[in-house]
């Protein structure tokens, strides 16, 4: 997974979120076990199709949606120390592991250290290029320091301000600097995840779940459609990573929420963020000390040494940052 404002405990309660925790734990099983790990087997591409690109989308704005939408209940006090306290615990749950893996980045070459500063003061991606992968957690800092104007307002003045907030980034890739595309389908999907909570999207849509498969699936043909061209299809597909995340809920809430409950689940939902900002970092020491030669060994290796070593690493690191955390909050009491 990737970033959210809240971290679930590593043990299944009655009160997690079970549709929530299985998305999480099965979408972030995509990216690492699937579209990451498949790119290092023989060149890389024999795993994706011409549709793979547009699907992702949808992947990755689900993560950010449902950032979006845990922080949409957000009822804390509005003056400078309530926002305070709001960035204090958000951005303490992701920025010092995310500064931690953009080192290892560096160190192993990933990344080249200019644009490691970039991502480091979360301005790569308005001023391009930003790190592979970790763009991701880039673009959700900001998502997160603008979230606050999309939560304290009333309901309907949040809306007006994320139409505000979304076209101030078109106008300032036209008239100041190209914005990384991205980062105007997933600030979509990050309000739209908002406006779901607030407005009780969710329940909403329970008994429409057929009517809102149809309006998703036809979202898909233009994002498809406009791969091509990096603008119009971050633009083309707003539609499908709004409505896909939404689905996707409401699916789970109607046939798959004890699922999600299984401690599988919740841990790798728990490990999700770690997983995802740690897994090239595996990948790539795996590549680097284990390679055979054949695609199918390189599978092999990944498979049984690989992706068994980023579950380990983010667990460990994962757990220990939050037994850090608790620490130094008791120490604060």
């Given at each position: 997974?990737?970033?959210t404002?809240?971290?679930?405990?590593?043990h299944?309660?009655?009160y997690?979120?079970g549709?929530?925790?299985?998305i999480r734990?099965?979408?972030?099983l995509?990216?690492?076990?699937?579209?990451?790990?498949?790119g290092?087997?023989?060149?890389?591409?024999?795993?994706?199709?011409?549709s793979?690109?547009a699907?992702?989308?949808?992947?990755?704005?689900?993560f950010?949606?449902?950032?979006?939408y845990?922080l949409?209940?957000?009822k804390?006090?509005?003056?400078?120390?309530?926002?305070?306290?709001?960035?204090?615990r958000?951005l303490?749950?992701?920025y010092?592991?995310?500064?931690?893996a953009l080192?290892?980045?560096?160190?192993?070459?990933l990344?080249?250290?200019r644009?490691a500063?970039?991502?480091v003061?979360?301005?790569?991606?308005?001023?391009?290029q930003?790190?592979?992968t970790?763009?991701?957690?880039?673009?959700?800092i900001?998502?997160?320091?603008?979230a606050?104007?999309?939560i304290?307002?009333?309901?309907?003045?949040?809306?007006?301000?994320?139409?505000?907030?979304?076209l101030?980034?078109l106008?300032?890739?036209?008239?100041?600097?190209?914005?990384?595309?991205?980062?105007?389908?997933?600030?979509?999907?990050?309000?739209?995840?908002?406006?779901?909570?607030r407005?009780?999207?969710r329940?909403?849509?329970?008994?429409?779940?057929?009517?809102?498969?149809?309006?998703?699936a036809?979202?898909?043909?233009?994002?498809i459609?406009?791969l091509?061209?990096?603008?119009?299809?971050?633009?083309?597909?707003?539609p499908?990573?709004?409505?896909?995340?939404?689905?996707?809920?409401?699916?789970?809430?109607?046939?798959?929420?004890?699922?999600?409950?299984?401690?599988?689940?919740?841990?790798?939902?728990?490990?999700?963020?770690?997983?995802y900002l740690?897994?090239?970092?595996?990948?790539?020491?795996v590549?680097?000390l284990?390679w055979?030669?054949?695609?199918?060994?390189?599978l092999t290796?990944?498979?049984?040494?690989g992706?068994?070593?980023?579950?380990?690493?983010?667990?460990?690191?994962?757990?220990?940052?939050?037994?850090?955390?608790?620490?130094?909050?008791e120490?604060?009491?």
């Amino acid at each position: 997974m990737i970033p959210t404002a809240e971290r679930p405990h590593p043990h299944p309660h009655p009160y997690r979120d079970g549709s929530v925790d299985l998305i999480r734990a099965l979408l972030v099983l995509y990216v690492i076990a699937y579209l990451h790990l498949g790119g290092y087997v023989a060149g890389g591409e024999r795993h994706v199709h011409w549709s793979t690109p547009a699907l992702t989308n949808v992947v990755l704005g689900t993560f950010t949606f449902l950032s979006g939408y845990v922080l949409g209940r957000w009822k804390g006090r509005t003056g400078a120390r309530g926002l305070g306290r709001f960035y204090q615990r958000r951005l303490l749950r992701i920025y010092p592991l995310y500064l931690l893996a953009l080192a290892m980045f560096v160190v192993l070459w990933l990344t080249d250290y200019r644009t490691a500063i970039k991502a480091v003061f979360a301005v790569s991606m308005f001023w391009p290029q930003p790190p592979m992968t970790l763009w991701f957690v880039t673009m959700i800092i900001v998502c997160y320091l603008l979230a606050p104007a999309l939560i304290i307002p009333t309901r309907r003045r949040s809306l007006f301000a994320a139409l505000i907030l979304w076209l101030s980034i078109l106008l300032f890739t036209f008239a100041v600097h190209a914005v990384d595309p991205r980062m105007l389908t997933q600030f979509a999907a990050f309000a739209g995840g908002i406006a779901c909570r607030r407005f009780d999207l969710r329940g909403l849509a329970q008994q429409r779940l057929l009517t809102l498969a149809t309006f998703f699936a036809l979202s898909m043909a233009p994002a498809i459609a406009a791969l091509r061209w990096p603008l119009a299809g971050a633009l083309a597909a707003i539609p499908s990573v709004v409505l896909g995340p939404l689905f996707l809920l409401v699916l789970t809430d109607r046939h798959f929420a004890a699922l999600g409950r299984h401690r599988i689940i919740v841990f790798l939902s728990y490990i999700s963020f770690a997983a995802y900002l740690f897994h090239r970092v595996v990948f790539e020491l795996v590549k680097r000390l284990l390679w055979p030669t054949s695609n199918g060994a390189q599978l092999t290796v990944l498979l049984l040494v690989g992706l068994p070593a980023v579950i380990a690493l983010s667990a460990l690191v994962q757990t220990g940052y939050d037994k850090l955390l608790s620490s130094d909050t008791e120490k604060r009491a």
